[in-house]
């Protein structure tokens, strides 16, 4: 059985950083591509950032959110980071982390951890 455990959501002013962590178990995970993914209030849940399995390891992001957050990953710990740095009050939402089977993320992820807050105050 697949568990995402996320961690590291929290209450922050506007211009602050938080790294949140997503620690896997029941896969093999640095064959798996990984994303977190969030979902506002009244809106609908959308890609933040993806980052692919396998040796070569290929990131990509939201528009809105380049320049600003970072995803990585550490196999050997079987967690994937977010760094979120220079936060705005619209990056408030529930953060999920999200896990592939494949080492490229193919249609909707297959796993999903059970979320965690951030809320940005201006």
């Known amino acids: 059985q697949v568990q995402l455990v996320e961690s590291g959501g929290d209450y922050v002013q506007a211009g602050g950083s938080l790294r949140l962590s997503c620690t896997a178990s029941g896969t093999i995970f640095s064959a798996n591509a990984m994303a977190w993914y969030r979902q506002g209030p009244g809106k609908q849940r959308e890609l933040v950032a993806g980052?692919?399995?396998?040796?070569?390891?290929?990131?990509n992001y939201a528009d809105s959110v380049k320049g600003r957050f970072t995803i990585s990953r550490d196999n050997a710990k079987r967690t994937v980071y977010l760094q979120m740095n220079n936060l705005k009050p619209e990056d408030t939402a529930v953060y999920y982390c999200a896990a592939h089977r494949s080492t490229v993320a193919l249609g909707d992820p297959d796993y999903w951890g059970q979320g965690t807050q951030v809320t940005v105050s201006s």
């Open positions: 980052t692919t399995g396998g040796r070569t390891t290929l990131t």
